[in-house]
């Protein structure tokens, strides 16, 4: 079962808009949140990832905004570009090595 | 630097047949993982190596089956296949068990299985 709730399931922005992409974990005991990056016929890529106890991460254009109360998590993308039309994970992880539980994904497309 | 590497990349079998997935990590990765991912879903956890022993197993039937070598390479065997077994099967890889902040997971592009 689906333990990460994802929001939008499809998304569409203009070139230059800002994409944003929701997740919300039930698990408190999780403390690993990254987001992947699938283009067809590839696999996930990893994109950025956080931890609990930081309230945001930025890594160029991609942004992740954790807020630990309300149990939910958010991507980012600014200035968005059609290079970045692709499906998003969200998923969540334990310490110690556990397996990752993704969320349903997002597919993005960006608009020239 | 190769990345993960899985073979082969597409595969068709009928129903009832056996299937063996091969996946070789990022070079001084010593954990493996197998995901399923069915279109439209995202990657559901199977199995979990780390030097060669299993660390972990999601919820699949019995039919599925994992080993990882002294290499630290890894096969993924499904027995007895069910249309429902058709899948995009991924493998990763890490340095540390799994996966966390500071030893996060890499895939491979994937072996497609379609069961016919």
């Known amino acids: 079962q689906q333990q990460v709730k994802q929001s939008p399931q499809s998304l569409i922005v203009q070139k230059g808009g800002i994409s944003i992409i929701n997740c919300a974990y039930e698990?408190?005991?999780?403390?690993?949140f990254p987001w992947y990056q699938q283009f067809p016929g590839k696999g996930p890529a990893l994109l950025i990832a956080i931890r609990p106890d930081v309230s945001e991460k930025k890594e160029g254009r991609f942004t992740i905004s954790f807020n630990k109360s309300a149990k939910q998590f958010s991507l980012h993308i600014m200035d968005s570009q059609p290079g970045d039309s692709a499906t998003y994970f969200c998923?969540?992880?334990?310490?110690?090595?556990?397996?990752?539980?993704f969320g349903e994904g997002t597919q993005l497309t960006v608009n020239p | 630097d190769a990345g993960v590497t899985q073979s082969p990349t597409h595969l068709i079998k009928t129903r009832g047949q056996h299937v063996t997935l091969r996946c070789s990590p990022i070079?001084?990765?010593?954990?493996v993982s197998w995901y399923q991912q069915v279109l439209g879903q995202g990657p559901q956890f199977i199995f979990q190596?780390?030097?060669?022993?299993?660390?972990g197993r999601g919820n699949f039937p019995d039919r599925f089956s994992a080993r990882q070598f002294p290499n630290y390479s890894s096969e993924l065997n499904v027995n007895a296949l069910l249309l429902g077994d058709s899948a995009l099967y991924l493998c990763a890889s890490s340095f540390l068990p799994g996966s966390s902040y500071n030893s996060p997971l890499h895939f491979g592009n994937g072996t497609r299985l379609t069961v016919t």
């Open positions: 698990n408190t005991a999780f403390d690993y």
């Open positions: 998923a969540e992880g334990g310490a110690s090595g556990s397996r990752l539980t």
């Open positions: 070079s001084g990765h010593k954990s």
């Open positions: 190596y780390y030097e060669k022993e299993e660390r």
